[in-house]
Structures are given as structure tokens and as C-alpha cells.
């Protein structure tokens, strides 16, 4: 069974949606005992870091998702979330990733929001895809680059565009929402 951690969070019906065209079934769910119990765990979203960590902690969701033991990817917000610190509403987040989020540059085109490229991918989330491919981004924070980063992307500045730590992976692109490339990444999570 695979869990989407349902929060206070949007985008997480395109995820299903995407896990669905790939024929594998989700039950989205902020249920401790559900989310511990799948085989894997998906951690999307779109919205406001300090909002999004106060649903968790009031759920007492940050700690399951600490404990988590089996693959867990983090999509977007879900990826941020995953780091130490965001300046977004000055908040402390789950830790996981040793990275701070920052805000991209005011005077700068802000959101990055559309395709762009990445770089420097290593890691079994990567299998099969190239450097060539784009991915789509709609984001105004960024994770620092740090020792966790297994691929990059240039917009404005350089930036974490995916990270992992033993069993926690994590994109700042939208999977879900990347043609095909986008497929391959969620599949070879899924068969890890």
C-alpha cells in the first residue's frame, strides 16, 4: 500500500491521480497507524511552510513521519519541509535533510515556476533518466545545496533539486507533473 500524508497542504489529488496512472492504488490519510503500515509514503504539497508544520505537530504527524522506516519521497513544500530550518515564517521543520530553505531573491522573477533543467543526479531515484530532461518547479523558497543533494538545478542561484538520506528522498520539482521523465522518477520510487 502506498500512503500520501494528507496536511495542510494542496496538490495532493495530481499525486494520486499520477500513482493511479501508473496502476498502483494510494489511500491518502493522515492516520499514524496507516501511514507506518505502507510499504511506501508520499509526502507532497504546495502551500506555507509555518502553517504546513503546525498541522503536522498538532496531528503529531511530524513524529510519524520521523519514525518512518520504509521509502518516503517528499515533493515540493513536502521536500522543504523534510529540511532543519525555512525562512518561510521562520520555521523549524521536520530535520531530516541538513539543508536551510531560503527565499529567492525579491528583485528576481519570483515564483520559478515552469520547466527547467537539473544537474549532478546520482542515486536509484535517477535510473534511467538524463540530465537533459526538464522537470516542472513553481516555488519561491529553495534548500541550500548540502551533503544530502543528489541532483541540482540553476534558477537564480543554485539549489537542491532532489535530495536523500537513507530511506527519505525528497524533490523540489513536481514529479507528478513532468511528462514523462517525471513518470520514470515516480516509478523507480516505487520499485526501490
Not at 82 to 105: H, R, W
Not at 168 to 184: D, I, L, M, R
Request: hydrophobic share 35%; aromatic share 10%.
Amino acid at each position: 500500500m502506498i500512503a500520501i500524508i494528507k496536511y495542510n497542504a494542496g496538490n495532493i489529488r495530481s499525486v494520486q491521480n499520477a500513482l493511479n496512472r501508473l496502476g498502483y492504488n494510494s489511500i491518502i490519510t493522515d492516520n499514524k497507524e496507516e501511514i507506518l503500515a505502507a510499504d511506501k509514503v508520499i509526502f507532497p504539497g504546495v502551500g506555507e511552510a509555518s502553517s504546513a508544520m503546525k498541522y503536522l505537530r498538532d496531528k503529531g504527524l511530524d513524529d510519524v513521519i520521523l519514525s518512518i522506516k520504509k521509502p518516503m519521497l517528499g515533493i515540493c513544500l513536502g521536500l522543504q519541509l523534510m529540511c532543519d530550518y525555512s525562512e518561510e515564517g521562520d520555521t523549524k521543520c521536520l530535520g531530516i535533510f541538513n539543508a536551510q530553505v531560503k527565499k529567492f531573491p525579491p528583485n528576481e522573477k519570483v515564483p520559478h515556476i515552469g520547466w527547467n533543467s537539473f544537474s549532478d543526479i546520482k542515486g536509484e531515484l535517477f535510473q534511467d533518466i538524463k540530465t537533459d530532461n526538464d522537470m516542472y518547479y513553481v516555488h519561491s523558497y529553495y534548500a541550500e545545496k548540502n551533503s544530502q543533494t543528489v541532483a541540482t538545478c540553476d534558477y537564480i542561484k543554485s539549489f537542491a533539486s532532489a535530495m536523500q538520506k537513507n530511506n527519505f528522498y525528497a524533490t523540489q520539482f513536481h514529479p507528478e507533473k513532468s511528462a514523462e521523465v517525471g513518470t520514470q522518477l515516480l516509478k523507480n520510487f516505487l520499485e526501490l
